[in-house]
Nanobody, 115 residues
Framework: QVQLVESGGGLVQSGGSLRLSCAAS????????MGWYRQPPGKQRELVAA???????NYRDSVKGRFAISRDDAKNTVSLQMNSLGLEDTGIYYC?????????WGQGTQVTVSS
C-alpha cells in the first residue's frame, strides 16, 4: 500500500512563500512522472505542477513563474516551492503520479493565503 505524506503547508500572507514536500515509503517515485495537485475550497482537484522522471517540468498557467516543482529520487521526495502566493492559491495540496490510475491520495497539506 503506497502512502503519500504531504507537508509544509500553513497560513501565509499574500506575497509570501511556502515550500511543500511529499514523501513516500520505498522507491515508488523512481521512473514515475509526479505532480502536485490542489483542491481549492468548494472546487475540484486540479493539477498545478508536474515533473517527469527526467526532470522536465510543466505548470498550470496561473502558477507559471511563481511555483517550482523538483524531485529527489534518492530521498524519495517531491517538492513544490511556491512564491508570490495569492489568495487564489488557497487550498489543500496533494502529490501523486500524473499518469495512470493515481495511488491512494494522502491527507494533503493545507495552504491558506490571507490578504
Amino acid at each position: 500500500q503506497v502512502q503519500l505524506v504531504e507537508s509544509g503547508g500553513g497560513l501565509v500572507q499574500s506575497g509570501g512563500s511556502l515550500r511543500l514536500s511529499c514523501a513516500a515509503s520505498g522507491s515508488i517515485f523512481t521512473n514515475k512522472a509526479m505532480g502536485w495537485y490542489r483542491q481549492p475550497p468548494g472546487k475540484q482537484r486540479e493539477l498545478v505542477a508536474a515533473i517527469t522522471s527526467g526532470g522536465t517540468t510543466n505548470y498550470r498557467d496561473s502558477v507559471k513563474g511563481r511555483f517550482a516543482i523538483s524531485r529527489d529520487d534518492a530521498k524519495n521526495t517531491v517538492s513544490l516551492q511556491m512564491n508570490s502566493l495569492g489568495l487564489e492559491d488557497t487550498g489543500i495540496y496533494y502529490c501523486n503520479k500524473i499518469l495512470g490510475s493515481p495511488w491512494a491520495w494522502g491527507q494533503g497539506t493545507q495552504v491558506t493565503v490571507s490578504s
